[in-house]
């Protein structure tokens, strides 16, 4: 018997996220956990300018005499562009990185074209193997798990880590931040961490070998973050950070234009999250997004409601994705709708290493903080 509809008084979250709880109020968890982890990261204004310096001081220190003291992923999307504007502002060096996984808007690659060449920033595209990308996300979809983007967020850290490595640089600056990401259901995804499981779905479905993928084992992560003492830095959690704010600089100083959607720089990206997600799963991850800005104070739960009532995709666009999608994929119109179709499964109904990697996190917050 399912659970009667319920959405939360506070933010948008609802009960398309089985797990989620509401006290006497009708105010969810997720409204109380985006608290706690904002007063456990987000730092008081008085010590907040103090530690950012440290960190821009530890970075220039760490990368004196080198061509590079940073590397920066780079998608073209709002939170690593603007990440990269910062980076510039505080004079710092990255070595931008462009992971390209076939996937790549046109606007998204022209942004990043903009960004590389205003700011005098070296770029480097990771170009990953098509056939056997293309062999790892058809895996996911016919695994029939909602979190099929873990192929690519997986490669992306596998990548940035390796090139930090092999450059010698110490400090990887990430856009990922808590006010405009902070809430995100666990029953919505899946670690990307997991390599585990991401390579029991690719053997279970997958056809090729996986030759030049880049992974990252929970060893090898170790090893970067405690031998190779590479850490991973998100300076954003450290400013005052406002998305609409960062997009207007963005587009003023750096001729950047806005794609329509959280991480919509992505034709994969965008038809996963307002085609895939909420056609086979009832998930609609504008609910998360528009949460986390509720909970930060950058929208009100009134203006977020009126943007759930916008269609996730005007029907002539979603319909050229489709057809274009399903040619890339080499998949038929039967094979998708098989896909679509296969009853639904969780990430946990396969091997995992998620226990261990509970266990690296607690231990990389008592050591490297």
């Known amino acids: 018997m399912s659970r009667p509809y319920q959405m939360c008084t506070k933010t948008v979250m609802d009960t398309t996220d089985p797990n989620i709880t509401f006290d006497s109020d009708g105010i969810c968890n997720h409204f109380y956990e985006y608290k706690a982890l904002s007063e456990a990261i987000l730092l008081p204004a008085s010590q907040r300018d103090a530690a950012l310096n440290n960190y821009i001081e530890l970075i220039k220190s760490e990368g004196k005499g080198k061509e ?62 098509w056939e056997e990308f293309r062999d790892i996300q058809l895996s996911f979809l016919k695994a029939s798990v909602p979190n099929v983007e873990v192929p690519t967020d997986h490669a992306i850290k596998a990548a940035l880590f390796r090139i930090a490595n092999e450059r010698g640089i110490k400090y990887i600056l990430s856009g990922s931040n808590v006010v405009t990401e902070g809430i995100l259901p666990k029953s919505w995804g899946h670690e990307s961490d997991d390599l585990k499981s991401l390579k029991a779905i690719h053997r279970k479905y997958g056809k090729l070998k996986l030759k030049t993928f880049p ?24 400013i005052d950070y406002n998305k609409e ?31 895939y997600l909420p056609t086979k799963f009832n998930i609609d991850k504008r609910k998360a997004h528009l949460s986390t800005l509720i909970c ?9 409601l009126k943007e759930l009532e916008k269609e996730l995709y005007n029907s002539d666009l979603l319909q050229e994705h489709l057809d274009y999608m399903l040619k890339k994929l080499g998949l038929t119109a039967s094979e998708w ?22 266990k690296l996190t607690i231990l990389k917050k008592n050591f490297l903080g």
């Open 68 to 129: 590079y003291d940073c590397v920066l992923g780079l998608s073209g999307g709002v939170d690593s562009s603007y990440m990269a504007y910062f980076a510039a502002k505080v004079g710092l060096r990255p070595l931008t990185i462009h992971f390209d996984n076939g996937w790549n808007s046109e606007l998204a690659v022209k942004n990043i074209e903009n960004i590389v060449k205003k700011l005098n920033f070296g770029l480097e595209t990771y170009v990953i193997d």
């Open 245 to 275: 704010e960062a997009i207007k600089i963005l587009e003023t100083e750096l001729g950047w234009k806005y794609y329509g959607g959280k991480h919509y720089e992505s034709i994969f990206t965008q038809f996963f999250q307002a085609y």
């Open 337 to 358: 709708h098989d896909i679509m179709n296969t009853p639904v499964r969780t990430h946990r109904d396969f091997p995992s290493n998620e226990d261990l990697i509970k």
């Open 215 to 238: 992974t990252i084992s929970i060893g090898l992560y170790a090893y970067y973050l405690f031998v190779k003492k590479i850490k991973s830095i998100r300076l954003l959690n450290y």
């Open 296 to 304: 930060s104070g950058q929208t009100t739960r009134e203006l977020a």
